[in-house]
């Protein structure tokens, strides 16, 4: 998808799944980063070998059968997250059949938190083969019939469910774990809240001074507040088997963890740890994007540039690129952004207006206030939107290049191409 070559003394990063390039001089160019390249399982047997070897806990199949379980929701992730939930939700589903349990009683919800529902086309990649044969429905935020209330965490999150996933006999997880801008990781708890949570639930979760206190950041979990209330809340839901895979640069099941829902994250956290971190020098101009599959909207592509939080400041300028064919899709982000030229005051009106979709505007506004300067080139994100939320647009790539270049103040800035920063863990060097 994306690769870097030289020709007659010019370095051309190529993206070539939105067809777009950036050249720049071959002595002015510190290379590309990515994450490690893991090789994706193409071997069934592996797949199936981490559900009968669980990291802890029993095998699913004797957890359904102990329990005499007539009914099992499994909660999956939507399309903003690009797991390969098929094979994973093939085999979970295998596993209740051999412990007693009926296709008709497996509930499969899409835990969209806030997101928009999934599609139908979305819902048929979901489940495989499996499409048209169990039950599967799209998680209800607003719905207060179909919303259960559990009680409440430490840190005072009134947890609010899904009423029809929590009233199934056995509750199970598939999701992903990557580096998260707030929570530390995904994965694991997440599934429930903000997966099937109610919006009170969730936005009082991603409440600011949760999110903007520092020690709610990228790769941190054993402090964080937010990480500790969604772990609050998931125990009050009752995950009984977690799934949870590591995806490689190509979008595939690079490793999977089952069992308990705390050492099957925490596995996969140290498989990430181990394996996707990121060493970089710090450049002049650094080029990257988020790439599939959160370039379905500029809500959701912002994530690269929060992943590069602790590297972005006055001496860096951004080239941030992306598609977003559904464009910014976030009327919140946008009018929070729109309340004020003034930075201070944009973030003064998220913090007492507050929504959920708000959470990158504070997220956005910790890179900003350390003199970050952001080109953006996206073809569905307009001029005015763009300058609305601080950045520079510039649809053009030879031209956006210049802009940086210029932006610097520097004669010959080193150019960094640093693709989905989100799926990693940078570390400056």
């Given at each position: 998808?994306?690769?870097?070559?030289?020709?007659?003394?010019?370095?051309?990063?190529?993206?070539?799944?939105?067809?777009?390039?950036?050249?720049?001089?071959?002595?002015?160019?510190?290379?590309?980063?990515q994450?490690?390249?893991?090789?994706?399982i193409?071997?069934?047997?592996?797949?199936?070998?981490?559900?009968?070897?669980?990291?802890?806990?029993?095998?699913?199949r004797?957890?359904?059968?102990?329990?005499?379980?007539r009914?099992?929701?499994i909660?999956?992730?939507?399309?903003?997250?690009g797991?390969?939930?098929?094979?994973?939700?093939?085999?979970?589903?295998?596993?209740?059949?051999?412990?007693?349990?009926?296709?008709?009683?497996?509930?499969?919800?899409?835990?969209?938190?806030?997101?928009?529902?999934?599609?139908?086309?979305?819902?048929?990649?979901?489940?495989?083969?499996?499409?048209?044969?169990v039950?599967?429905?799209?998680?209800t935020?607003?719905?207060?019939?179909?919303?259960?209330?559990?009680?409440?965490?430490?840190?005072?999150?009134?947890?609010?469910?899904?009423?029809?996933?929590?009233e199934?006999?056995?509750?199970?997880?598939?999701?992903?774990?990557?580096?998260?801008?707030?929570a530390?990781?995904?994965?694991?708890?997440?599934?429930?809240?903000?997966?099937?949570?109610?919006?009170?639930?969730?936005?009082?979760?991603?409440?600011?001074?949760?999110?903007?206190?520092p020690?709610?950041?990228?790769?941190?979990?054993?402090?964080?507040?937010?990480?500790?209330?969604?772990?609050?809340?998931?125990?009050?839901f009752?995950?009984?088997?977690?799934v949870?895979?590591?995806?490689?640069?190509?979008?595939?099941?690079?490793?999977?963890?089952?069992?308990?829902?705390?050492?099957?994250?925490?596995?996969?956290?140290?498989?990430v740890?181990?394996?996707?971190?990121?060493?970089?020098?710090k450049?002049?101009?650094?080029?990257?994007?988020?790439?599939?599959?959160?370039?379905?909207?500029?809500?959701?592509?912002?994530?690269?540039?929060?992943?590069?939080?602790?590297?972005?400041?006055?001496?860096?300028?951004?080239?941030?690129?992306?598609?977003?064919?559904?464009?910014?899709?976030?009327?919140?982000?946008?009018?929070?952004?729109?309340?004020?030229?003034?930075?201070?005051?944009?973030?003064?009106?998220?913090?007492e207006?507050?929504?959920?979709?708000?959470?990158?505007?504070?997220?956005?506004?910790?890179?900003?206030?350390?003199?970050?300067?952001?080109?953006?080139?996206?073809?569905?994100?307009?001029?005015?939107?763009a300058?609305?939320m601080?950045?520079?647009?510039?649809?053009?790539?030879?031209?956006?290049?210049?802009l940086c270049?210029?932006?610097?103040?520097?004669?010959?800035?080193?150019?960094?191409?640093?693709?989905?920063?989100?799926?990693?863990?940078?570390?400056?060097?």
């Amino acid at each position: 998808m994306y690769k870097l070559e030289t020709k007659d003394g010019r370095a051309v990063f190529t993206d070539t799944g939105l067809e777009l390039s950036f050249s720049v001089p071959e002595a002015d160019c510190m290379g590309m980063r990515q994450t490690r390249q893991l090789p994706g399982i193409t071997d069934p047997q592996l797949l199936k070998n981490a559900f009968l070897d669980p990291v802890s806990g029993k095998r699913l199949r004797d957890i359904a059968r102990e329990r005499d379980s007539r009914t099992a929701c499994i909660l999956i992730s939507d399309a903003t997250r690009g797991v390969p939930t098929a094979p994973l939700a093939k085999l979970a589903v295998e596993e209740l059949l051999e412990g007693g349990m009926e296709l008709e009683g497996i509930s499969f919800f899409v835990a969209i938190g806030v997101h928009r529902e999934a599609t139908e086309e979305e819902l048929k990649r979901f489940l495989g083969e499996l499409y048209g044969r169990v039950s599967a429905e799209n998680h209800t935020p607003f719905d207060a019939d179909n919303l259960l209330y559990l009680g409440k965490t430490t840190g005072g999150t009134p947890v609010t469910v899904n009423k029809r996933a929590y009233e199934c006999d056995l509750h199970i997880q598939i999701g992903k774990v990557e580096p998260h801008e707030f929570a530390g990781f995904s994965g694991g708890r997440k599934s429930v809240l903000p997966g099937v949570c109610s919006e009170e639930t969730i936005r009082i979760n991603h409440r600011p001074e949760m999110i903007l206190d520092p020690r709610s950041a990228i790769g941190e979990l054993e402090s964080n507040p937010v990480n500790r209330d969604m772990t609050e809340a998931a125990e009050l839901f009752r995950i009984d088997f977690g799934v949870n895979c590591i995806l490689n640069n190509s979008m595939e099941l690079a490793a999977v963890f089952t069992g308990g829902l705390t050492e099957c994250h925490a596995a996969a956290v140290s498989y990430v740890r181990d394996c996707l971190s990121v060493e970089l020098e710090k450049p002049d101009i650094i080029v990257t994007t988020a790439g599939e599959p959160l370039d379905i909207d500029f809500y959701q592509s912002v994530k690269a540039l929060i992943a590069l939080t602790e590297i972005l400041d006055d001496s860096v300028v951004t080239l941030m690129y992306c598609g977003c064919p559904e464009g910014v899709n976030s009327p919140d982000m946008l009018r929070a952004f729109g309340s004020s030229d003034n930075l201070e005051e944009v973030v003064s009106f998220t913090t007492e207006n507050y929504e959920i979709q708000m959470d990158h505007v504070l997220l956005l506004s910790k890179i900003f206030r350390k003199g970050a300067k952001i080109v953006l080139c996206c073809p569905n994100v307009s001029d005015g939107e763009a300058r609305t939320m601080f950045m520079e647009p510039c649809r053009d790539a030879g031209e956006a290049m210049e802009l940086c270049r210029r932006l610097t103040g520097k004669e010959n800035p080193k150019v960094l191409f640093y693709p989905r920063p989100q799926t990693g863990l940078p570390v400056m060097i």
